[in-house]
């Protein structure tokens, strides 16, 4: 990792940026990055991000996302978002205008409304369960499975990363606080799982708590809460703008069904720079 950063974060979901775009191909320590992730003895975020020159030729730029624990990401909805700000900021992105940006998981577009705030073009949801991977027998609209000792029923879907939706009606519930790690690495997601436990306060509104695979329990989940909305949908219980209330804050998101891409819109914020 160079000795310069950017530090940032998307509704309390933090990042450090790193720019590689002179240095493209690196490939980053695992232990390093944790030892960088520590909030006592390092810098503190949920995941690392470098910026770098796209693979892809229809794409702009390239993003790597890595979780705190040093693992590969494939996707990181409120990280994008601070990646647009980022290079919108650096001059190489104007305003208001659609950027397409590479992510390990695919192309996404992005469109900087202004200095701290992005929407997102994130794709359509997979529903397919091998696109999580999850060793489900067929594709279904929810599924059951037993988790520390309780039979837990949730949807699933792919936003370039897995995700498992469990709906509640209350979420400070001390169960969910060990339901939320043992059903992300439940041995039916070979690669682990982000788990989001959604409350429905209306057709327009959800609230959402994520436990993410390699980075635990966050303040914000971008893939989480477009996942959220996605499924309830799906499940006939969102209209098609929804916001997400997650604990740092709120995303809107807006999906109008299978055959359209889901659009998330959020805040994007600096916090400082500096170097290890």
Not at 73 to 89: E, K, T
């Amino acid at each position: 990792m160079p000795n310069r950063f950017t530090k940032m974060h998307g509704i309390g979901n933090d990042f450090v940026i790193v720019d590689w775009r002179e240095d493209a191909g690196r490939t980053p320590n695992a232990a390093r990055i944790a030892a960088l992730a520590d909030r006592h003895t390092g810098i503190g975020f949920d995941q690392l991000i470098s910026i770098e020159p796209a693979r892809d030729p229809s794409c702009e730029f390239y993003y790597g996302i890595w979780n705190a624990d040093g693992s590969p990401s494939g996707q990181c909805g409120n990280g994008v978002r601070c990646v647009a700000a980022w290079l919108y900021r650096d001059g190489v992105i104007e305003r208001d205008t659609d950027v397409r940006l590479e992510s390990p998981s695919g192309p996404v577009t992005v469109r900087v409304l202004d200095e701290s705030r992005v929407v997102v073009d994130m794709g359509e949801p997979d529903f397919d369960p091998a696109s999580l991977p999850f060793a489900a027998s067929a594709l279904a609209a929810t599924y059951t499975l037993d988790v520390v000792g309780e039979r837990i029923t949730f949807g699933a879907v792919s936003m370039g990363n897995p995700h498992a939706v469990v709906f509640d009606d209350d979420l400070a519930d001390p169960r969910i606080d060990l339901l939320g790690p043992a059903l992300t690495a439940h041995p039916a997601f070979p690669l682990g799982v982000n788990v989001g436990f959604a409350q429905r306060l209306g057709p327009d509104r959800l609230r959402l708590r994520v436990h993410e695979r390699g980075s635990g329990w966050t303040r914000a989940c971008g893939t989480g809460a477009c996942a959220a909305a996605a499924v309830a949908q799906s499940l006939g219980m969102a209209a098609p703008v929804v916001n997400v209330e997650l604990p740092g804050g709120t995303l809107t998101i807006e999906w109008h069904g299978p055959g359209h891409t889901l659009w998330m819109t959020g805040p994007a914020a600096f916090v400082f720079e500096g170097e290890v």
